[in-house]
Structures are given as structure tokens and as C-alpha cells.
């Protein structure tokens, strides 16, 4: 981490050696402690260490003063470095350009906070940070002076970190996050102009290494990341606001262990929003079947297609397209002219019912005009006093403000009718709650609106689908399921699915599940190959979220039929009865999750975090304690797998291996799905009675 050089201040803890006096001005603090911070200083660096104890494992700073950086080392060895040259550590863009801090002119040590000060490469700007540390985690708080910047940004060396995730679901130049999301990150491209509070995408401000260093960025505004953009190396994490840019970096031993130190901070699950139904079977959704062809006829018959053959699930969901106009919350008489009845049917069946649902009203519907008039619609950015149009993938409309407690009061009871007219359970709420072309109500922040949409989603069954909330502490601690953005029908988005599920169960939201099985972007129907592997890697996963029936589809290219063998439904059989097998076991990790914070599907670092090689597999994942998922996501006879240290049940060919090892060729039929067990977990018994 950097500081540069025109007038940066940075705070650090009780210095044990204070520094000289006619050059730092300090104020000796308590006395000696074992336990506090050590402070020295020479001809070109200060130095800042914080001892190691019981549950914590030291670490040291080292700012450089000539070209004001930051270094972050444990044990000896670098684990955090910021950007040197002519990138700078700390950043801030202004008219001219991105500028940077320089050498160190100033520096006092007071009460355990180091204050620095740097000038930079714009005449008369300085830096003034604040860098003050803890056992396991420092503060940094740095903002510029003399000029008035357009953004402020941190740069670090990736390579210094050794591998980088977190993030959350990556814009990438390959077409992520929808068919690619780079795990780790630096093995990639991220590029993501408008990360923020608002965003669409499943993103969190935190970062964390394979070095066990994190980040976090305590901000509300939007940022622009970059990882390994153009390959450079990299990562730039900017904030657009002259606010004073405040960040948090952890220090620990594992990765694991910055996640709980994350999660400690925004807050675990105090509950999951899905029952154990939910949990053991699978939800359908008409989207990927019909998308926006769908009507009543064509909705009963998926439902009894599915039924007769016995393909289960607790839900069916609606999806977009069945209201008369968006935001009317009627049913469109001409595709759908008896809704009770289908309600009905579908209920005789064994299903649920659930409606999509928005809190966007386009223009043409008839309660546009009835929200604007009573002040129900947020205001446009430019001039909140007048509604804010959006423009989105159905057109255009007004958003229902949920800071006015009329308007809320007016959408939830027009829910609460709707539902209770056409006997629906739940509901998919779709879009987002708001959008960066809006204002927010007077009094509130665009981040306010995570909490109030998280707060409005939980008074109904989300039907294990969750809701896309993210940023706010409301959203970690709502334990709402998270489903991914929409992903194609290739393998390139199966493996996409994987890593997505890996990067947003690591950045706090730990009930993931996929896209919809076999994917929902509109691309020609899936084959028979890509729909029951995704099925047999979902069954792997927390929760299974379909909608392609392995009965039969639509080609949403096409408008043709395309049917699939008795195979194809008796493994999508196979897959969702293994994972109904395994919903006393998914029970007791979720249990394990409440107390914890701990993500379900992880990577396998988090439980072997000595094993270099669990580093960089994008394939396998581990699914709580005890069961390794090693699914085949590609178009191939046999695939690479490898066991991290320990005694491993091979589920498929009933035998015993030891690890750490790797099998170079597993064969795969389609009708194998490779798991593994951790006979060293306490879990390993119950993971056996489900698998064998």
C-alpha cells in the first residue's frame, strides 16, 4: 500500500521506540505494552510492527518515504504491496489526470496513529492519511488537500498478494460475468467502471489474497475496478467522490480467516430465508422454457410434463411476462383468461406458485401515472422534483421510492392482493430497488435502498430463489438465497456458474445458488450434455434453481421444439434425488453457517489452506467440511482431479485414497458424477449415509 508525495497523513498505534523528535514531533503514549504496536524509523523508512499472539500473526508496515509506499509483511515475507512508479499508491484523479502522492515531507506518531503527510505530482495538493493498526487489521484513512479531485483511488501490485478473490460477479472483456468469472481473479480480466451499491451485479467492496491479506473499501459511492486490466499487473480500486477514502486491510494466516475478519464486519446470517424444502428440492422457473412466449395452456403443461415424469420440485415460478402491462400487477386476459384455475392446477400437481414481480412501472402501464401524481416514484437525478425514467431491458419506467412509506404501503398491498386473489405463495423479485440515475428520497443514500429492498423482500417466500442485495450489512445478516445473473447454455457458462458460486459465498453471501440449470440468456436450448452436468454439479450445491425441463424445451432462437431422451430425465432424476438425499447434511451446514458466517460451497483453501494447488482449481469446490464436489464441466471422456492432504472416500468406485495426490484421468461417463468425502470430518458419516 502507497502513500505518495505532496501531503499525505497516515495514523498508526503507541509506538514502543518513538520517533526522533526534531523530526516526527512526537507524544509518547502509555507504557510499554508486549501486545501494542512497535515503531521505527530510518534514514528512508518508517517501520510499524505489530507483534504476534495467541490467535493473531503479526505483521509489519513499511512506508517508504522518498516515494511514499506501503508495504504490508508477515512473517518475513511481503503479503500486501502498493503500486510504486508512476501509478502511485494513492491515487486521485483531477482535470488533468490521475496524480499521485510523492515523498514524505511531514510525519507525527500520536496516541497509536501514525499521520503522514506527502506531497504529489500536482503543484500545491498534498496527502494527508491516517494509517492506524490493530492486532489483526489496519485502518487506512487518506484524503487530498489544496485541490478538489474527482475520485480517489488505491493501487496495489497483484503479484506481491500472490493470487486475488472476492469481488463478487466480474464485468470481464470475455463476457463475464455471464460466461466468465476469472477465479482467482488475477487470472483474468476485470473491468467494472460502476461497482457500487446499486449495481445489478452481486458485488462487495472486499477483496482478499492467497497471502491472507484482504481489503475492504468502506464506501457508499460507486466505484471503478480493475484487475489485471490489460494484464497489467494491477489492481486499481477508485472511488468516485473527493471524500476521504477510507479502507481496511486484514492480515492473517489463511483466507479463511480474513473472511470471518470480513464477515465480522458487515455481519453473518442471522437466518435463512429458505425452509428445508426449499432446500432439498428444486425450484422451476418458466423463464429458460418459454422466456417471454409463455401463457396459461403452456405453463400447466410444463407442470404436469414435469409431474408425469417424476421429476419433482417444490415450486413453479412465472416468470416475466404475464401481466397485462409492467407494473399493472393484472394478469394479460388474452394469455392467461382463467389465472385461478391455472393456480389451482398447479397446486394439485405438489407445487407452490410464485409470480415475478418488479418494483419498476413502465410508462404505458396504467398505474404510472396514479404512482407519479401521489409521489410514489423516485425523482430523476437532474430534478428529483419530477419522477426519474429508466430505461431498461422492457422498456421504460418509474421506480417505486421504498424510503416513502406511502409508497411502499401502496406496492406491498397491492402484492398482498394480487397473491391473495390468485392464491400465490411467493414471489421473484427481479431488477433493482435502484438505480444511479435516480435520486434517492431526502434523508437517505443509494446504499439506504439494499436495506429497504432487503427488508421489503423478507416479508415473503422468496421460494429458495433469494434476491440479488448486496453492499449493506441488512443484506448480509437477511441470509436471503443468492441467484446468479443470467448465464448462457454453453459450457463456458457452467464453469462460470462454478467459480460465481465460489466468488459470491467468499464475499459473505453464503446460501448460493446458480442461474437457472442450463442456463437463461436467450441462446439456443442447451444440449443433452451441458443440461444434466450443470443438474449433477447443482445437486452439489446448497440449493438447485431449474428451468429447462429434460422432458423437452423451446429454442429460443429458433421457436422450435427440442426434445430430450428418457436419459436425459432419469439423470436430472438421479441428480435431484442425490440432492434430496443430502438435505439432512445441507441442513446442518446452513446450522453451521448461523453460528458461524461460514460459506456452504467453498473453495478448497478454506479447508486446506497449506495446499498450494487449491489455489488456482476452478473445478472442484468443497460443499461444508466433508464432501469434495468434483463435477465434469466439459465436453470430455475423463478430467484431472485432485485431493488436498487427508483420507478420501471415492463415492463413484468405493474406495480409499490419500492425499494430498492428483488423479490425471478420471473417467466420466455422463452418468458419473466424481465426489469425494473427508474422512477426517466429523461430517463424514452423515455425507456417507446420503452418498453411497
Not at 215 to 224: E, F, I, P, R
Not at 267 to 281: C, I, L, N, V
Not at 621 to 633: E, F, K, S, T, V
Request: negative net charge.
Amino acid at each position: 500500500m502507497l502513500l505518495a508525495a505532496s501531503g499525505l497523513v497516515l495514523a498508526l498505534p503507541v509506538a514502543l521506540t518513538a520517533p526522533e523528535p526534531a523530526q516526527a514531533r512526537a507524544r509518547t503514549g502509555p507504557g510499554p505494552d508486549r501486545h501494542a504496536p512497535r515503531f521505527t524509523q530510518s534514514a528512508g523508512q518508517l517501520t510499524l510492527t505489530v507483534p504476534a499472539s495467541r490467535t493473531t500473526p503479526g505483521y509489519t508496515i513499511r512506508v517508504t518515504r522518498d516515494q511514499l509506499s506501503l508495504t504490508t509483511a508477515r512473517s518475513g515475507g511481503t503479503v500486501l504491496a502498493a503500486a510504486g512508479g508512476d501509478t502511485g499508491a494513492l491515487r486521485f484523479q483531477t482535470a488533468g489526470g490521475w496524480q499521485h502522492a510523492t515523498r514524505v515531507t511531514d510525519w507525527t506518531w500520536r496516541n497509536g496513529t501514525l499521520t503522514l503527510t506527502a506531497a504529489t505530482t500536482t503543484a500545491g495538493a498534498t496527502v494527508r492519511a491516517r494509517l492506524t493498526p490493530s492486532a489483526d487489521r489496519y485502518r487506512l484513512d487518506w484524503q487530498v488537500l489544496g485541490t478538489a479531485p474527482e475520485r480517489l483511488g488505491l493501487a496495489y501490485d497483484l503479484p506481491s498478494s500472490g493470487h486475488w478473490y472476492g469481488h463478487g460477479e466480474t464485468q470481464t472483456p470475455h463476457g463475464g460475468p455471464a460466461t466468465d468469472q476469472p477465479w482467482p481473479l488475477d487470472s483474468g480480466q476485470v473491468a467494472d467502471p460502476a461497482f457500487g451499491p446499486a449495481s445489478y451485479y452481486m458485488v462487495d467492496p472486499f477483496w482478499y489474497t492467497s497471502s491472507a491479506a484482504g481489503l475492504h473499501v468502506d464506501t457508499g459511492h460507486v466505484m471503478n475496478v480493475a484487475i489485471n486490466q490489460d494484464e497489467d499487473g494491477l489492481g486499481r480500486f477508485d472511488i468516485e467522490s473527493a471524500d476521504p477514502y477510507r479502507a481496511t486491510v486484514f492480515v492473517e494466516s489463511t483466507p479463511l480467516e480474513v473472511y470471518r475478519d470480513y464477515v465480522g464486519v458487515v455481519g453473518k446470517p442471522a437466518k435463512s430465508d429458505a425452509t428445508h424444502r426449499q432446500y432439498a428440492e428444486p425450484v422451476w422457473n418458466s423463464w429458460a422454457q418459454f422466456y417471454t412466449r409463455v401463457d396459461q395452456a403452456g405453463l400447466v403443461g410444463y407442470a404436469q410434463d414435469l409431474h408425469d415424469h417424476g421429476i419433482t420440485g417444490h415450486t413453479l415460478q412465472l416468470d416475466d411476462k404475464w401481466e397485462s402491462d409492467y407494473g399493472n400487477m393484472t394478469f394479460d386476459p388474452k394469455a392467461y383468461p382463467d389465472p385461478r384455475a391455472m393456480s389451482r392446477r398447479i397446486h394439485d400437481l405438489g407445487f407452490d406458485l410464485g409470480l415475478w414481480v418488479t418494483l419498476w412501472i413502465n410508462l404505458d402501464s396504467d398505474q404510472y401515472q396514479y404512482a407519479a401524481d401521489h409521489g410514489y416514484l423516485l425523482g430523476a437525478a437532474a430534478d428529483p422534483a419530477e419522477p426519474c425514467r429508466v430505461t431498461w431491458w422492457n422498456g421504460t419506467a418509474g421506480i417505486v421510492d421504498l424510503a416513502n412509506p406511502e409508497a411502499r404501503t401502496w406496492y406491498v398491498g397491492r402484492l398482498g392482493s394480487l397473491m391473495s386473489t390468485y392464491g400465490v405463495d411467493g414471489l421473484k423479485f427481479d431488477t433493482r430497488f435502484f438505480d444511479e440515475r435516480c435520486a434517492p428520497r431526502p434523508g437517505y443514500e443509494p446504499t439506504d435502498y439494499q436495506r429497504l429492498g432487503a427488508r421489503l423482500a423478507d416479508e415473503f417466500d422468496l421460494q429458495g430463489v433469494g434476491i440479488r442485495v448486496h453492499w449493506d450489512t441488512t443484506a448480509h445478516r437477511a441470509g436471503f438465497v443468492t441467484r446468479q445473473l443470467d448465464k448462457g447454455t454453453g459450457w463456458n457458462s457452467l464453469r462460470a456458474a462454478v467459480t460465481q458460486n465460489l466468488a459470491v459465498s467468499t464475499i459473505g453471501y453464503p446460501f448460493v445458488t446458480t442461474d437457472m440449470i442450463g442456463g437463461s440468456s436467450g441462446q439456443p436450448a442447451p444440449t443433452k450434455q451441458v443440461l444434466v452436468r450443470w443438474a449433477q454439479a447443482a445437486s452439489l450445491m446448497p440449493l438447485m434453481y431449474a428451468s429447462t425441463s429434460p422432458v423437452a424445451t423451446v429454442d429460443a432462437t429458433t421457436g422450435k421444439k427440442v426434445a430430450y431422451d428418457a436419459q436425459t430425465a432419469a439423470l436430472y432424476r438421479e441428480a435431484i434425488a442425490r440432492h434430496g438425499r443430502l438435505a439432512p447434511y445441507l441442513r446442518d451446514q446452513v446450522r453451521h453457517t448461523l453460528r458461524t458466517g461460514d460459506p456452504i460451497m467453498r473453495p478448497l483453501f478454506f479447508d486446506f489452506p497449506h495446499d498450494e494447488q487449491a489455489y488456482t482449481i476452478t473445478d472442484e469446490w468443497m460443499l461444508g467440511p466433508a464432501i469434495l464436489a468434483a463435477p465434469q464441466l466439459a465436453d470430455a471422456p475423463s478430467r484431472s482431479i485432485h485431493l488436498p492432504p487427508g483420507t478420501w472416500h471415492d463415492v463413484t468406485h468405493a474406495r480409499t485414497l490419500r492425499g494430498p495426490r492428483t488423479i490425471r484421468s478420471y473417467t466420466t461417463p455422463l452418468n458419473v458424477t466424481p465426489i469425494f468425502i473427508n474422512l477426517n470430518a466429523k461430517e463424514a458419516k452423515e455425507a456417507l449415509r446420503a452418498l453411497r
